[in-house]
């Protein structure tokens, strides 16, 4: 198991920029790959973005591919979420969350929320 804290959202305008964080505890961080999710209320929660467990393979939701980028620092145990040319549509409350290669995401954060007016 690996506790994950999301920091980083808030309040921004339609076009602007916010970076979360998704800090790891343990020293086993490398071991999990890493994604994030976001979910508004009523609806189910969506796939963000995915990376591998040395970086060098991600994977994006349509939705934010090329607005979006997903990185990680094993060294500091943390993964990223950079989030440029935000729309109204990307509130949501965004959540990381970790697994085992080949297991499902039972490794989750608390969330944290992203606005974006208009």
């Known amino acids: 198991q690996v506790q994950l804290v999301e920091s980083g959202g808030g309040l921004v305008q339609a076009g602007g920029s916010l970076r979360l964080s998704c800090a790891a505890s343990g020293r086993t961080f490398s071991r999990y790959t890493m994604a994030w999710f976001r979910q508004t209320p009523g609806k189910e929660r969506e796939f963000v973005a995915h990376?591998?467990?040395?970086?060098?393979?991600?994977t994006y939701a349509d939705s934010v591919k090329g607005r979006f980028t997903i990185s990680r620092d094993n060294a500091k145990n943390t993964a990223y979420l950079q989030m440029n040319s935000l729309k109204p549509e990307d509130t949501a409350i965004y959540y990381c969350a970790a697994r085992l290669p080949g297991t499902t995401f039972d490794n989750w954060g608390q969330g944290t929320q992203v606005t974006v007016s208009s």
């Open positions: 990376i591998n467990l040395l970086g060098s393979s991600t």
